[in-house]
């Protein structure tokens, strides 16, 4: 099994930043991909970014690419979401995911979730 916490959200003026970090523990070698999601309320959970275990590999939605960046510190089995430029349509909970195998990161069933953590952008 493996273990997601969720960290740093909060409430921001839009044009703000905030950070979002996801710890995992238990079997984190079994992780070959993590990810974030969020969902806004009355829609769907929707995806963010992803990006490997290693580090190698990102990917980003359209809607954040050049504002949200996804990094991951190896020591510490934490990924990280850096949120810039936040609006108010950013507004939402925000979850981690991690997944095993072969994975496509926007559409691929993630294995394991955070509980997630709340992110409101004011205007």
């Known amino acids: 099994q493996v273990q997601l916490v969720e960290s740093g959200g909060g409430l921001v003026q839009a044009g703000g930043s905030l950070r979002l970090s996801c710890a995992a523990s238990?079997?984190?070698?079994?992780?070959?991909?993590m990810g974030w999601f969020r969902q806004a309320p009355g829609k769907e959970r929707a995806f963010i970014a992803a990006i490997t275990w290693s580090g190698i590999s990102t990917w980003y939605a359209d809607s954040v690419k050049g504002r949200f960046t996804i990094s991951r510190d190896n020591t510490k089995n934490t990924v990280y979401l850096q949120l810039n430029s936040l609006k108010p349509e950013d507004t939402a909970v925000y979850y981690c995911a991690a997944n095993s195998g072969r994975t496509v990161p926007a559409t691929s069933k993630y294995r394991y979730w955070g509980q997630g953590t709340q992110v409101t952008v004011s205007s």
């Open positions: 238990g079997r984190t070698g079994n992780i070959d991909v």
